[in-house]
């Protein structure tokens, strides 16, 4: 019961950082063309098949890297408010925040 409790909040965590990690590198495989085939679409495949049309089109080629990014925020900050209110020090008002 006291175990459980405690190791809740760093595995919520990792767990959200770890997720917001793989995105990151299955982009990073897919823009250096080691990622998913080409039918499959892949936002690094599609940041890699924009770079020629960029001062043509550059919200199409700039959107692919912006939705990234926002899903990674989006899990960051996900991961962030589940460890703040799983974790029973911060609850408890035993952790103090120093700037």
Known sequence: RHILRNILSPIVVQSAFSVANSIIMVASFGFIGIGANPPTPDWGAILYEMRPYLYVAPLNAIMPGIF?????????SLGEALRHNLD???????VEFKL
Do not use: D, M, S, T
């Not at 029973?88 to 035993?94: A, E, F, N, T, V």
């Open 68 to 76: 990234i990014f926002l899903v990674v925020f989006a899990l960051n």
């Open 88 to 94: 029973p020090r911060i609850r408890k008002g035993l």
